[in-house]
């Protein structure tokens, strides 16, 4: 081992007698093993230190405290990343930091500081129109956790059987740090995960209800809706006729939903019982809540309730139905002379909507 170190005498006496460095330290400096190096003091006939001193060579470290302090304070440098700079112990800091009275980090404030993430991790931009989209998205299909006290990192996660929804959440989340996708299961369903920093606390928040912010700004509301149909929502064709609904089993989020689509002239019915709590889906999965649904069948409110989405959906496949439902509508207007819809007028009529 010690044949491969070029390392002459004299450099070697200077940086062990003169400089002080421990036989680790030097061995960092030539990429070699420490006791390599200690073969070479023995070798050269450089007395090695004994254990007493070279603790006492360890603790006599001179750090001035406003040199201390920058680092801390200022820099926010973590106690490890201070001792690298003096070849010193995470402790040893810690105690001049206590020497000299400067405060020490809680944990919920060191752990960011200490633990950084193997990928890059980016702030959220800010946008509300993106902000509301997301909640959206997460209100709809997503799970959301922090998984450590200091809320420093936001896990998102979920599985979908449809690739566009996986190449959705992949577009979305990948400019805020790193998105992993799994591989199709034998039911040809796809994982997907995720790691936010702290700016993304907001999606942690799965109540069943929409905040004001979003319901008062019609953009805001249409991202937000646009969201939780990416989610949730389908287009498409029963009986030859345009449809669109949602099924979930946010109750008041579906009416909030309801009463802002009516305010801008979109009518619809009250959300219903979809399927009771206890019953089975097509694929034998009993539903532990009350599932509730919308519907919108009227040719005039869903064409204005794609111009509403379209800026907003992401969902390829969504998008492509959008865009066979307009072609539907159009079709049955020109054979029907543009007739109105007029099916549900009386019941419209009753729950005080006046078309």
């Given at each position: 081992?010690?044949?491969?170190?070029?390392?002459?005498?004299?450099?070697?006496?200077?940086?062990?007698?003169?400089?002080?460095?421990?036989?680790?330290?030097?061995?960092?400096?030539?990429?070699?093993?420490?006791?390599?190096?200690?073969?070479?003091?023995?070798?050269?006939?450089?007395?090695?230190?004994?254990?007493?001193?070279?603790?006492?060579?360890?603790?006599?470290?001179?750090?001035?405290?406003?040199?201390?302090?920058?680092?801390?304070?200022?820099e926010r440098l973590s106690s490890p990343k201070i001792a690298k700079?003096?070849?010193?112990?995470?402790?040893?800091?810690?105690?001049?930091?206590?020497?000299?009275?400067?405060?020490?980090?809680?944990?919920?404030?060191?752990?960011?500081?200490?633990?950084?993430?193997?990928?890059?991790?980016?702030?959220?931009?800010?946008?509300?129109?993106?902000?509301?989209?997301?909640?959206?998205?997460?209100?709809?299909?997503?799970?959301?956790?922090?998984?450590?006290?200091?809320?420093?990192?936001?896990?998102?996660?979920?599985?979908?059987?449809?690739?566009?929804?996986?190449?959705?959440?992949?577009?979305?989340?990948?400019?805020?740090?790193?998105?992993?996708?799994?591989?199709?299961?034998?039911?040809?369903?796809?994982?997907?995960?995720?790691?936010?920093?702290?700016?993304?606390?907001?999606?942690?928040?799965?109540?069943?209800?929409?905040?004001?912010?979003?319901?008062?700004?019609?953009?805001?509301?249409?991202?937000?809706?646009?969201?939780?149909?990416?989610?949730?929502?389908?287009?498409?064709?029963?009986?030859?006729?345009?449809?669109?609904?949602?099924?979930?089993?946010?109750?008041?989020?579906?009416?909030?939903?309801?009463?802002?689509?009516?305010?801008?002239?979109?009518?619809?019915?009250?959300?219903?019982?979809?399927?009771?709590?206890?019953?089975?889906?097509?694929?034998?999965?009993?539903s532990n809540e009350d599932i509730w649904g919308l519907w919108i069948?009227?040719?005039?409110?869903?064409?204005?309730?794609?111009?509403?989405?379209?800026?907003?959906?992401?969902?390829?496949?969504?998008?492509?139905?959008?865009?066979?439902?307009?072609?539907?509508?159009?079709?049955?207007?020109?054979?029907?002379?543009?007739?109105?819809?007029?099916?549900?007028?009386?019941?419209?009529?009753?729950?005080?909507?006046?078309?």
């Open positions: 081992m010690t044949k491969s170190i070029k390392i002459i005498p004299s450099r070697l006496q200077e940086l062990y007698e003169t400089r002080k460095l421990s036989s680790p330290k030097i061995a960092e400096i030539y990429k070699c093993d420490p006791k390599s190096i200690r073969e070479l003091l023995r070798k050269y006939k450089i007395k090695i230190r004994t254990k007493s001193e070279a603790r006492k060579n360890f603790f006599n470290i001179n750090i001035p405290r406003k040199e201390l302090k920058k680092f801390y304070l200022k700079k003096y070849n010193c112990s995470a402790g040893f800091i810690r105690n001049k930091l206590r020497e000299y009275k400067i405060p020490i980090r809680s944990i919920q404030e060191a752990l960011p500081l200490s633990n950084k993430p193997i990928y890059p991790r980016y702030n959220f931009n800010g946008n509300l129109e993106e902000k509301a989209y997301l909640i959206g998205l997460r209100k709809g299909d997503l799970h959301v956790r922090s998984i450590n006290k200091a809320n420093s990192t936001i896990a998102v996660n979920t599985n979908s059987s449809k690739s566009e929804m996986i190449d959705l959440l992949s577009k979305t989340f990948t400019p805020y740090g790193y998105a992993w996708t799994g591989k199709p299961d034998k039911n040809n369903v796809i994982g997907f995960r995720c790691h936010l920093d702290k700016t993304f606390l907001f999606l942690l928040n799965k109540e069943d209800k929409i905040d004001s912010w979003i319901l008062k700004n019609k953009k805001y509301f249409a991202a937000f809706l646009a969201g939780y149909t990416d989610s949730e929502g389908t287009f498409c064709l029963c009986s030859n006729n345009a449809v669109f609904s949602i099924r979930s089993q946010d109750k008041n989020i579906l009416h909030q939903i309801r009463n802002n689509l009516v305010k801008l002239g979109i009518f619809l019915r009250p959300s219903q019982i979809s399927r009771g709590k206890g019953t089975k889906d097509k694929q034998g999965t009993i069948h009227r040719k005039d409110a869903l064409l204005k309730l794609f111009d509403l989405l379209n800026p907003y959906l992401r969902h390829k496949d969504k998008q492509n139905r959008v865009k066979i439902l307009k072609e539907n509508i159009s079709q049955r207007n020109k054979k029907h002379n543009n007739q109105q819809d007029t099916k549900w007028h009386k019941e419209y009529l009753k729950e005080g909507i006046c078309i």
